[in-house]
Each structure stands twice: as C-alpha cells, then as structure tokens.
C-alpha cells in the first residue's frame, strides 16, 4: 500500500520554463513533508520542506506547495536548469518516519 | 557538513552469503536509517535506530537484521542473501529527537548484486 505516491516516472521540461513534480499523500497523519533530489551514484540530498501547517515554502528557484484538503504537494522550480536534471523523491513524516514516493526523473534540456 | 559513509560502492556476492554493510557517521547524530532503492518503488525503510543499541523495524525489515553497537556506526545484516535482494542500499542519519521531523542525510549507497 503506497501512501506516498509520484505518479509521473518522468518530466522533460525545456531549459529555463518551469517544472512542475507531484506528489499524493493519504494518510492524514503526516505533519511534514520533504523534498529530496539525487544524481546517479550518489545519495539523495535534501532539497526543501514544509510543515502541515503551511500551504507554501519557498528558498530561491524551489517552491514547495501544499494542498491539505487535496492531500497533494508540488514542487516547483522555475526556471530550471540543466543541472537540475535528477531524480525528485517527496516524502512525508509521521512521527518521524520518512515514507517515500516512487520518484521522478527530471530532465531539462539545453 | 555531515558525513555519512558506506563501506563499499559496489558489492557482488552469491546467494546463501552472509553479507554485511556498514554505515559510519562522524556528526554523533542519534538516529540511523536503512533504505533499500528499487526501480518503480522509491526508497523503503528496512530498520532503523533511534540510540545505541536500539533497532526498530520498518516497513520491509524480512530478511534483514541490524547491529548498533556504537553512536556512529549502524551495519544492516542479510543473514542468507537471496536475488530478490539485490538493490541499491542507502543508509541515512538524523539528529534531534525521534518525533521530530529533521531532515535525513544520506550515504552514496552500495549497489548490491546477489548472484
């Protein structure tokens, strides 16, 4: 049973527009939710978060939205850049468990 | 910056092996984590450790044991490695308590192939 979905595996997006990751939640217990990034042959780095009681976070070019009623949460990058090409993982807390989503390959294109 | 280090990057071994992959941190953080990687199913907790000497299991702990015998280092233990066991090991640490929601640091990870 995955609580912490990504249902796109990929995203290609152009070099300077906007990318746009998702991410679905369901268990309403999660207080806190992550955003990591990760290059081949290394281990994921973390990238932004936002507590359950915000709705937005933002830290230069990454933006973290998050709809509670929806139980869904985007991270936006704008604009992006090549070296933004990785793989995205969201995750989300309980009680300090981290439970994550099956990922999302980014590439952006020169 | 944290330094979470993997003792291989790359092992191979058969199956029916005993197979063990350390973990060292060098930050005294008070929780250690073992992720397992897999293609279509993102990052699954096998066990982890909130103190010396203390383990919990996650959610894939079959198959697997742990050892923490020290602060810094946390070693994940395939008693009889099996193929469906080969994967992409990923040990990760944290500090504060163990409710509240600190941000992981990750090792490189050690590629495993069970043969």
């Known amino acids: 049973d995955q609580q912490v979905k990504q249902n796109s595996p990929s995203l290609s997006v152009q070099e300077g527009r906007i990318s746009i990751l998702n991410c679905d939640y369901t268990?309403?217990?999660?207080?806190?939710f992550l955003w990591y990034k990760k290059y081949p042959a290394e281990g994921p780095t973390f990238l932004i978060s936002i507590s359950s009681i915000k709705d937005k976070n933002e830290d230069g070019r990454f933006t973290v939205f998050l709809n509670k009623s929806a139980k869904h949460l985007s991270l936006h990058i704008v604009p992006s850049q090549p070296g933004d090409s990785a793989v995205y993982f969201c995750a989300a807390s309980s009680y300090g468990k981290l439970t994550f989503g099956q990922g999302t390959i980014l590439t952006v294109h020169p | 910056d944290v330094k979470v280090t993997q003792s291989s990057r790359y092992l191979v071994k058969r199956t029916g092996e005993k197979v063990f992959l350390e973990c060292v941190q060098d930050m005294d953080h008070e929780n250690m984590f073992w992720y397992r990687q897999d293609p279509g199913l993102g990052l699954r907790l096998i066990y982890f450790s909130y103190d010396v000497k203390m383990k919990e299991k996650g959610d894939i702990p079959e198959g697997y044991s742990v050892s923490r015998e020290k602060k810094e280092r946390f070693s994940l233990i395939l008693e009889s490695a099996s193929t469906n066991q080969t994967s992409m090991y990923l040990c990760a640490t944290r500090t504060g308590g163990w409710v509240t929601p600190e941000k992981l640091f990750f090792g490189s990870g050690t590629q495993l192939s069970v043969l």
């Open positions: 268990n309403s217990m999660f207080d806190y």
